[in-house]
């Protein structure tokens, strides 16, 4: 009597897997170290311990293997920022540490973006999602009135005054005016 044995190759593709991380983070951590045009795929290859076939066989191309260390930064960063919308000293707080660990890098990328499409290609990426990140951190709670919504109506361009801040919650039913606030005193 035959059996068949169904054949997974778990450990294999655990192992490949591994490998592909220690490949992307090597990339990530020489994009802190050294100008884009210095990460070379040999530079890569050897730091990971792999060898350059082995790069290539997983990312096609120098080209494949940034945009795949880019996109796995910028979805680590994501994750590492996380707060609560709206809780300003827990998003402070990451943002700071945020800074110490990767300012430096922040700060290579940033001096290249002129002269390198790369740097460009992650700094644009970079900048898009600490906008995004900006947006839902430092997002009002819910009903509350929007400072810059006022500041862009003031007739005087930077003068927001607790009389327009007042006015501009009386229009807005999810908002409280500050003489209901002051009522509930």
Known sequence: MKTTRKY????????????RSRILHTTIALAGERPFAEITLDAVAE????????VLR????????????????TAEIIEER???TGDVPA??????DHYEQLG???????????????ARQVTD???????????????????ALKVFEVVAA???????????????????????SVDAVRERR
């Open 8 to 19: 997974t190759m778990g450990a294999r593709a655990q192992a490949v897997e591994q490998t």
């Open 125 to 143: 990426r970079g900048k898009a999602m600490h906008r995004q990140w900006v947006t839902e951190a430092f997002a009002p709670a819910p009903g």
């Open 58 to 73: 997983q990312f096609g191309s120098r080209d494949g293997l940034v945009a795949a260390g880019a996109e796995l930064a």
């Open 154 to 176: 003031s007739p005087v361009p930077g003068e927001v005054t607790i009389s327009a801040l007042d006015s501009a919650a009386r229009t807005r039913p999810d908002t409280t």
């Open 47 to 54: 730091r990971a311990g792999v060898s350059v076939q082995t």
């Open 91 to 96: 998003a402070m707080s990451n943002l700071a």
């Open 82 to 84: 996380r707060t609560p």
């Open 104 to 118: 430096r890098t922040a700060l290579l990328m940033l001096a290249q973006e002129g002269h390198d499409d790369l």
